[in-house]
RNA sequence: GCGAUCGUAGCUCAGUUGGUUAGAGCGCCGGUUUGUGGUACCGGAGGUCGGGGGUUCAAGACCCCUCGAUCGCCCCA
């Protein structure tokens, strides 16, 4: 008989199992309910947008040159005839719902949400195909206070990872419209005239993205781009006065920044603040979370003219970071023998209906039940005996010294309505 | 799309300059021992060495192709 071909997980899927604190599912999920947690504090309301839209609005939002528009996506016709494309990214779904659902009525509007993301990429460390990302956005405000609140949100989420210490905020300004044009063309001149010491690759970027040789890491273009100018010399008076607002609102609130004056991002519809935090953690994908101002974007859809700024994080980015979460307690209730298998059964369900997680294991005798709850680092084990002779009908075995002894046995003992183990009868 | 490294039991890995019937630990299944209890002992199942082709008397080891993984380039969270 053949032997069938087993079915692979597609590349740079990936599939994550809890069960254990450190598990990376278990990372995960502290990250998102930590960005859920802290997003409430600032007043970001929840949203939902669908996984996929027609492929016109993310080819529009991000720029037909860009890399993720040209070669990145996941496209596919549907049945109907109409291109649809899985996203890449949050912002232009989000933009999209602004404009199509009437949302303009909530403006200032601060949303958040998170959810996976799909990017045709080589997978390499800290990068996947279908990736997770949170994501925050304040739409309909053009003043830096918005850009201030969204960096000082985003800084506490990193303090409450506890992160922040590997992790720097790099920050520049892309300046408005008119400053961007001139500096670009100031660039451009620049790089021109340094054609022949450029990589082929920057040499490339020089027609289609010249910003981005800016930030290359090619050592032969380093030269070039280090003494090519900032963005300063080009600032418009407005577009100066922004960023000192952002700069002096960020130090006002107390989170630590560095000028980046060769920080450019890669999507077309960035304007003025541009950040990222970046770490030396992990390999070549040193950004963790990055974002900024897209006041143009909106209109560019067919929307009206709003403002917006807003930063995306990799969840999986963050979950590399972060410490293992503290497990959650959880009981293990173990029959002593089959007599009392029922017994036992009746008391997990007393301590599940007062909200206490319980394992009970399906088969086994005591001893491989207790030795499983080890394995599993549960954090007590609650051990039903019958109550023949004079030995205590309920013991509870603590294992997880990380957990308060006391707390969990009065935590046992009170959803059971006793002081403690009880010798002699049934509960009932 | 390009480059480097790597693919041996469910998992982590040994496997000497090619040389009998491919090993270990953990896990799994069964048993012994113990008996308020993770740490002992015995036994068992499980691998066409990623797949295909080639060199050789002989390939898990060498060569080619292919698929996959990891890390890097590009780009990005």
């Known amino acids: ?155 506490q989420l990193l303090k409450e990872l506890g992160i922040n210490d590997g992790v720097t905020l790099t920050l520049n300004t892309l300046g408005d419209a008119q400053s961007r044009e001139a500096w670009r063309a100031a660039l451009i001149a620049h790089f021109e005239a340094h054609r022949g010491d450029l990589s082929e690759d920057s040499v490339e970027r020089l027609g289609k993205n010249p910003l981005r040789i800016l930030d290359s890491k090619d050592p032969r273009d380093r030269p070039v781009a280090d003494s090519a100018p900032d963005i300063d010399a080009y600032l418009t008076d407005e577009a100066r006065g922004f960023f000192e607002k952002v700069t002096s609102g960020l130090d006002a609130a107390g989170v630590a920044w560095e000028r980046n004056a060769r920080l450019v991002r890669g999507l077309d519809y960035y304007r003025h603040t541009a950040f990222e935090f970046v770490t030396d953690r992990l390999g070549a994908q040193g950004t963790v979370l990055g974002g900024g101002r897209y006041d143009g974007l909106i209109e560019n859809l067919g929307g009206p003219a709003t403002p917006a700024v807003g930063w995306a994080a990799g969840i999986e980015r963050l979950a590399m970071l972060v410490d293992a979460p503290e497990g959650e307690i959880i009981i293990s209730v173990v029959p002593d023998n089959a007599e009392v298998d029922e017994e036992a059964q009746r008391i997990a369900s007393r301590l599940r209906a007062s909200n206490i997680a319980v394992d009970v294991a399906f088969k086994g005798n005591a001893k491989k039940r207790v030795e499983l709850a080890k394995k599993r680092k549960h954090t ?49």
Do not use: C
């Open 380 to 428: 007590a084990i609650l051990i039903v005996r019958s109550t023949s002779g004079d030995r205590e009908k309920l013991y509870l075995q603590h294992i997880d010294e990380g957990k308060d002894k006391a707390e969990v046995h009065k935590l046992v003992y009170g959803a059971l309505g006793l002081d403690s183990g009880l010798s002699g009868g049934d509960l009932r």
């Open 1 to 155: 008989m053949a032997k069938i071909e087993t079915p692979r997980p597609v590349r740079g899927t990936q599939d994550m199992l809890g069960g254990t604190p450190d598990a990376f599912a278990e990372r995960f999920a502290h990250v998102v309910a930590t960005f859920d947690r802290v997003r409430k504090l600032y007043g970001f309301q929840r949203v939902e947008v669908p996984v996929f839209e027609s492929t016109a609005v993310f080819a529009r939002s991000l720029g037909e040159s860009t890399d993720v528009v040209s070669k990145e996506m996941y496209t596919f016709e549907d049945r109907g005839g109409d291109s649809i494309t899985l996203r890449p990214e949050f912002t232009a779904g989000i933009s999209r719902a602004y404009i199509t659902e009437g949302w303009q009525q909530y403006a200032p509007l601060k949303v958040a949400t998170h959810g996976p993301l799909f990017r045709y990429e080589r997978p390499q460390k800290g990068r996947f195909r279908q990736f997770h990302q949170l994501d925050a956005e304040i739409i309909g405000a053009a003043e830096p206070g918005a850009d201030v609140e969204l960096l000082v949100f985003a800084d």
